[in-house]
Each structure stands twice: as structure tokens, then as C-alpha cells.
């Protein structure tokens, strides 16, 4: 599965958009990209994911460049209960790769 | 509907001791994964059980065992326990289509003394 790079920590001041950003130039074309996070003391939550057309739902948007090298994860209105460490993963969705790869995230910081 | 559950919820183990963690899936999966994560660090990938088998197994020693039951739930066994292997456990579980994203429980932190 490919690398991905994304910033150490980020701050967010509370009710403005959170837009988390993520490097992925290795990326093939069979690779999606998923977004997790992990609040403290608790597991790994699915945020969302996509190959390569712009995804949405209840807890946030994707943005995947053209050339799927990068993307963004936007949480529209930032609340405290958004702070958490961010995981950006790319998967391959061929048969035999059933594991995902974290890396160390984006600590993300909401700001009263 | 339940999430993934996962028992106990901490646990303290003395060095060279043996160690059984146990985990049910979110309703209506069928395959189970399991993670390390240490203080600081993300998750790392131990192994992945689906029709009661191991289907793949990330960088760690045979003192990692595991077992899948017909009910989906499933085991993560560690031997001759090491001061290293303190961690959170995180057991996931996904529907077997290839995307489908896995829900993680909340873990069970290991504390070996």
C-alpha cells in the first residue's frame, strides 16, 4: 500500500471548517483513500473514504485531487468533540490486502 | 445495534505470563482484525481471522496467536509475555466485501509488569 504524509498537528478554532490535508503521490489505481480518527482513549473511528470522485456524509467531505495524489479531509463546523488524532490510510482494494497502515496522523486541536 | 465489544477492558500482566483477549464484531461481520497500538504510536496490524482461518498476519512473532469462533467472535492469545508487549489491543471487524470499512472496538489497554 502506499505512503502518506500528513502534517504532525493542526489547530481549529471552534464552528470553522477543519480541512486536514494528505500527501499520497504514490498512490495506484486501484488504492482508496480512508480517513479515520482516534479520540483519546478510545478506538480508531471510520470517518469516510473514496477512489477518486469527491465523497460526503454525515461527519464530513473528501476531496480527491485529479491526479489522486493528495487529498482533504473538511470538517465543516468544528466542534470540541473533534479533537483527535486524524489517520489518512491508503488501501489497496485487490484481494489479499485486508490490513490497514497507520501512521502517526494529524493531532488535531479545536480551539474554544 | 452493537459495535464492536471488546473484554476485559485493562488488564496487568506480570513478564513471561500468558495472556487471552477477546473480542466480539459488530453485527452482521464476519471478519475480525487485530491491532497494537503503542503509547504514542498507530495502530500496527497483528493478524486478520475470516471463516474461523487466518487470512493474513502483519510482523510479529508466533507468540501471537489468535483463534476465530463459528460465532465471529474471536481470540487474541499472547505467550511469555515481554515488557514491550504493553499496549492497547484494538480488535476490528468488517463485512467480507473488499472496501468495506473496519469499525475498531475501544480496546483493551496491557500493562506487563
Known amino acids: 500500500d502506499a505512503k502518506t504524509t500528513q502534517p504532525t498537528s493542526m489547530d481549529c478554532a471552534e464552528g470553522r471548517a477543519a480541512n486536514l490535508p494528505c500527501n499520497h503521490s504514490t498512490i495506484s489505481g486501484n488504492e482508496y483513500v480512508y480517513w479515520y480518527r482516534q479520540i483519546h482513549s478510545q478506538g480508531p473511528q471510520y470517518i469516510i473514504h473514496?477512489?477518486?470522485n469527491n465523497e460526503t456524509n454525515e461527519m464530513a467531505s473528501l476531496i480527491i485531487t485529479e491526479d489522486r495524489k493528495s487529498s482533504t479531509l473538511i470538517l465543516p463546523h468544528a466542534t470540541l468533540r473533534d479533537t483527535a488524532v486524524y489517520y489518512c490510510i491508503v488501501r489497496s482494494s485487490g484481494a489479499g490486502s485486508y490490513q490497514l497502515t497507520f501512521g502517526k496522523g494529524t493531532k488535531l486541536s479545536v480551539i474554544p | 445495534d452493537a459495535g464492536v465489544t471488546q473484554s476485559p477492558t485493562h488488564l496487568i500482566k506480570t513478564r513471561g505470563q500468558q495472556v487471552t483477549l477477546r473480542c466480539s464484531p459488530k453485527?452482521?461481520?464476519?471478519?475480525v482484525s487485530w491491532y497494537q497500538q503503542a503509547l504514542g504510536q498507530g495502530p500496527q496490524f497483528i493478524f486478520q481471522?475470516?471463516?474461523?482461518?487466518?487470512?493474513q498476519r502483519g510482523n510479529f512473532p508466533d507468540r501471537f496467536s489468535g483463534h476465530q469462533f463459528p460465532n465471529y467472535s474471536s481470540e487474541l492469545n499472547v505467550n511469555a509475555l515481554l515488557l514491550g508487549d504493553s499496549a492497547l489491543y484494538l480488535c476490528?471487524?468488517?463485512?467480507?466485501?473488499?472496501?468495506?470499512?473496519?469499525?475498531f472496538g475501544n480496546g483493551t489497554r496491557l500493562t506487563v509488569t
Open positions: 481471522y475470516y471463516e474461523e482461518e487466518e487470512r
Open positions: 473514496g477512489l477518486k
Open positions: 476490528a471487524s468488517s463485512s467480507p466485501t473488499s472496501n468495506s470499512p473496519l469499525h
Open positions: 453485527s452482521g461481520h464476519d471478519t
